[in-house]
């Protein structure tokens, strides 16, 4: 169970041009997803809340102009990075909480998606 | 505000030997506490996580953590290591009812000498 999927798992596009990214929760609701993004050996930077029905919420500095989430269902987030430029290029990985669990502070981790903008 | 420290950037062991992996919360209340793993190129995998109760937790693949408060610590422990271990491994904290979100430490990754 708690299984989240990403798709694509890698995508190359070229510099100015959009890409979304999707995560799906495949066998449970998720009224919360988190989007992060991790640059090569380094750590997990949380980059948004997604909450269904809802606006995401941006952490600082990361701008919500650029990078558009949309969580229209209890088991879709989409990650759009909007005119990509080749610092977009990174490792997107998003996480999903399950609703229907207790304590709900579980996040379950999608595989991640690598970008590469040319 | 939270952070977790993982001390060990790298850590290498020989397979069959034991493991322990260190993790220091900063947290003014009581947290959640989570071990996370990542293969190359992949997304995380849960190990295992503490919410309360017994502050000994047993996970996946037999790896175990104990939380201990006066030290600060969520150490992950196992008594042999396989070379499939080899990963990196996150400990992430998260605050009870504080919008869900983790911090995570900056990693340590296990190397796994055959």
């Known amino acids: 169970g708690a299984v989240v999927s990403q798709h694509p798992s890698w995508v190359i596009c070229k510099s100015g041009t959009s890409v979304k990214i999707e995560c799906r929760s495949l066998?449970?609701?998720?009224?919360?997803m988190f989007w992060y993004r991790q640059f090569p050996k380094q750590s997990l930077m949380l980059m948004a809340t997604?909450?269904?029905?809802?606006?995401?919420?941006?952490e600082q500095g990361v701008e919500k102009d650029k990078f558009l989430i949309n969580h229209a269902s209890l088991t879709l987030s989409t990650l759009t990075v909007t005119s990509a430029h080749p610092e977009d290029s990174s490792f997107y990985i998003c996480?999903?909480?399950?609703?229907?669990?207790?304590?709900?502070?579980?996040?379950?981790f999608g595989p991640g998606t690598r970008l590469l903008v040319l | 505000a939270q952070s977790v420290t993982q001390p060990d950037i790298h850590i290498t062991v020989s397979e069959g030997a034991s493991l322990e992996l260190r993790c220091n919360y900063s947290y003014g209340a009581t947290p959640y506490l989570f071990w996370y793993v990542q293969s190359p190129g992949q997304g995380l995998q849960l190990l295992l996580k503490y919410f309360s109760g017994d502050t000994l937790v047993q996970g996946i693949k037999g790896f175990e953590a104990e939380f201990k408060r006066s030290q600060s610590s969520f150490n992950l422990r196992k008594p042999s290591v396989h070379w499939s271990d080899a990963a990196e491994y996150f400990c992430a904290v998260g605050a009870a009812g504080g919008g869900n979100k983790l911090t995570f430490g900056t990693g340590t990754q296990l190397k796994v000498e055959l």
């Open positions: 066998d449970f609701q998720a009224t919360t």
């Open positions: 996480s999903a909480r399950d609703s229907g669990s207790a304590p709900q502070e579980t996040q379950y």
């Open positions: 997604s909450n269904e029905g809802s606006k995401a919420t941006y």
